[in-house]
């Protein structure tokens, strides 16, 4: 609607347009504020502290890159940075065929689905603390539910600290994470797959398109912006989630399971604030990329 | 679509082999379906049963089904108040958070779907990034904006801080809900009568209620769930949420399972509750803001 359309004369005091627009700004202001307020200086702080040697109780002097010139140096950041790769990769994919497959199976004519539908969205409705601990609880050599499992069944009479050695944690976190994070891929998949129009299947079977061949050409196409943006998003949150290894491992054993955010956490932790905005500033050109690109997609379907 | 069922679909009807593949496609369909649904459903039935069971027979005796079932650790946990307190804490946050974040994105919303002036689109830009930055970039320093404040440790802070990540959420899932009621609705409202600001209220807002349950739901879930900016935040035990205070329960010496498995089942049951009752409406919300298809 253009703006000269609404011409309401109560109050002659300002033009018909220059009142709606004042409306207008008056309603989202207090958004746009806070955000500036709560986000943007927040960011842009956090840039500048990370070449501050600031600590807790005083206000930094600028020192340049000597912060990340120190981190680099330590291997506990080269770990992290290999750890937080490893989990973003690993998880999207498990969760990209996980809930790409489960999305399938659920759309199909199946008596029940509803029901399968709602079960399988459970990890997500669950908050993350509680299935982080939940699986921390699992995990345990000693009254865990996954050892008593796998020595019942026979798979193996040997009880395994699964978060406590270095060559099953990571993978231990990744599990719990795909469990918890699936069921978001598996229902913006679903309600993509139920946007497909029905007239490309027809028209895939009257040339003659066996169901491999529909699968492939008319689906997985139809599906793609709905995957690169789930995909984008999953990134950004799993790069920079905190619950999943805090609660799980806190990064150990020996930084075996070590990401950016957990390792930020204990820069603060000791109070060396610089160091611990270096951190996660470290992250930030990655991350920027991921957001832009993902901005733009969301933006593009908006209008 | 392309699926088991379909394929069979397109073969001839009533020839056996169809019937067979058919039957074989709902068989499989079926036993991985089962098997998804065991492995969601196992950890929580862990939960459930670990936080029923004996502190002894946790250690010593695992089992699949409790040999004595007790309320053991629900007391344990809910004795001293400590916990009972975080419970309240995050109640009282997170209506807060969801009351605010609500009716200010619903103004912001509106207004940016509805006008046309100069910064709309820097706006629209702004409230996604704010979506997409997170929270591990911003502790740190909101950590010391608080302090500064005078808001460290206190829940007005967390309040605050937490409408870093609803406001921008909110905003954007209602934009996509206020596009979908008819601008006619509301100039006709006009026309009888009402102000703009009335058209909103009266009209716009009761069209998109399941939009603002969705969304009143997503903030009350993203704020009772936050653990980040609580353990940075807060540091006397008055102002603990609940997933902080089942933090500090696994960081003791002695890792009390059952009653920390106690703590998680009474965290989750208003979450539960919530997931029970709209569940329809979160996941259009879902599909039609955050991941819009």
Redesign the interface.
């Known amino acids: 609607?253009?703006?000269a359309a609404?011409t309401?004369t109560r109050r002659p005091w300002l033009s018909g347009s220059a009142r709606?627009?004042l409306?207008?700004?008056l309603?989202?202001a207090?958004?746009?504020l806070?955000?500036?307020g709560?986000?943007?200086?927040?960011?842009l702080?956090?840039i500048w502290?990370s070449f501050t040697d600031m600590v807790v109780g005083s206000v930094g002097n600028f020192v340049g890159f000597k912060n990340f010139e120190y981190l680099a140096k330590t291997a506990t950041f080269w770990s992290a940075i290999w750890n937080t790769i490893t989990i973003v990769l690993v998880s999207d994919v498990l969760k990209l065929v996980?809930g790409l497959?489960?999305a399938?199976?659920?759309?199909?004519?199946?008596p029940g689905r509803g029901i399968?539908r709602?079960?399988?969205?459970?990890?997500w409705?669950?908050?993350?603390?509680?299935?982080f601990?939940?699986?921390?609880?699992?995990y345990?050599p000693?009254?865990?539910?996954i050892?008593?499992?796998l020595t019942q069944l026979g798979i193996t009479d040997q009880i395994i600290d699964f978060l406590g050695q270095r060559s099953t944690a990571m993978g231990s976190v990744i599990v719990a994470s795909v469990?918890r994070g699936f069921p978001?891929w598996f229902?913006?998949i679903l309600?993509?797959?139920q946007?497909?129009p029905k007239e490309l299947?027809e028209a895939a079977?009257v040339d003659g398109a066996?169901?491999?061949q529909?699968?492939w050409n008319?689906?997985i196409p139809s599906l793609m912006?709905?995957i690169i943006?789930?995909t984008l998003?999953s990134s950004?949150?799993t790069?920079?989630?905190?619950?999943h290894v805090?609660?799980l491992t806190a990064g150990g054993p020996s930084d075996a399971t070590m990401v950016?955010?957990v390792l930020?956490?204990y820069g603060?932790q000791t109070q060396r604030?610089g160091e611990?905005?270096a951190v996660?500033?470290y992250?930030?050109p990655v991350?920027a990329i991921?957001?832009i690109f993902?901005?733009s997609l969301?933006?593009r379907?908006?209008e | 679509?392309?699926?088991?069922?379909?394929?069979s679909a397109?073969v001839p009807a009533g020839s056996a082999s169809a019937r067979r593949r058919y039957i074989t496609g709902?068989i499989i369909?079926?036993a991985?379906?089962g098997l998804?649904?065991l492995?969601?459903?196992?950890?929580?039935y862990?939960?459930i049963i670990?936080s029923l069971k004996l502190p002894r027979e946790?250690?010593r005796v695992?089992?699949?089904w409790p040999k004595v079932f007790t309320l053991d650790n629900f007391n344990k946990l809910l004795a001293d108040g400590d916990f009972l307190l975080a419970i309240r804490n995050s109640a009282i946050v997170a209506s807060t958070v969801t009351v605010i974040s609500v009716i200010?994105?619903s103004?912001?919303a509106?207004?940016?779907v509805?006008?046309?002036?100069r910064f709309r689109g820097v706006?629209?830009?702004?409230?996604?990034?704010?979506y997409?930055?997170?929270?591990?970039?911003?502790?740190?320093?909101?950590?010391?904006?608080m302090a500064q404040l005078k808001l460290g440790n206190s829940l007005q802070g967390l309040i605050?801080?937490y409408?870093?990540f609803s406001?921008?959420l909110s905003?954007w899932l209602l934009?996509?809900y206020f596009r979908g009621v008819p601008?006619e609705l509301e100039e006709q409202g006009?026309i009888d009568g009402l102000t703009?600001?009335g058209a909103l209220i009266r009209i716009t807002l009761p069209l998109s209620a399941p939009g603002l349950a969705a969304v009143a739901i997503f903030t009350f879930?993203g704020a009772?769930?936050e653990?980040?900016f609580a353990?940075?935040l807060t540091t006397s035990e008055s102002v603990r949420t609940a997933?902080l205070a089942?933090?500090y329960l696994?960081t003791s010496d002695v890792l009390p399972?059952g009653p920390?498995?106690a703590g998680?089942v009474i965290?989750?049951v208003p979450?539960?509750i919530?997931?029970f009752v709209a569940?329809r409406f979160m996941?259009a919300g879902?599909?039609e803001g955050?991941?819009?298809?």
């Open positions: 609607m253009s703006l609404d309401p709606v627009k409306f207008a700004y309603l989202v207090p958004v746009i806070l955000i500036l709560l986000v943007a200086y927040p960011f702080f956090a502290v996980i497959g489960l399938l199976l659920v759309h199909q004519n199946l399968f709602s079960f399988l969205m459970l990890p409705a669950m908050p993350a603390f509680v299935a601990l939940t699986w921390r609880v699992l345990q000693i009254g865990g539910g050892n008593l499992i469990w978001f229902v913006s309600a993509a797959l946007s497909v299947y079977i066996n169901a491999w529909r699968f008319v689906t912006p709905v943006v789930t998003l950004i949150w790069a920079n989630g905190f619950e805090w609660l950016f955010p930020a956490y603060m604030i611990a905005a996660s500033v992250m930030l991350l991921l957001v993902a901005t969301m933006m379907r908006e | 679509m392309a699926t088991l069922a379909e394929a397109a709902r369909s079926y991985l379906l998804a649904v492995l969601v459903l196992f950890p929580i862990w939960m670990t946790i250690l695992p089992s699949l200010i994105s103004f912001a509106y207004s940016m509805r006008f046309r002036y706006f629209g830009r702004l409230i996604l990034f704010a997409l930055t997170p929270g591990s970039l911003l502790f740190i320093p909101l950590s010391i904006v605050l801080v409408l870093t406001l921008p905003t934009q996509g601008r006009m703009r600001f879930t009772w769930n653990l980040l353990l940075v997933p089942l933090n696994i399972w920390l498995m998680a965290s989750s979450l539960m919530l997931y569940q996941v879902m599909s955050a991941v819009k298809g």
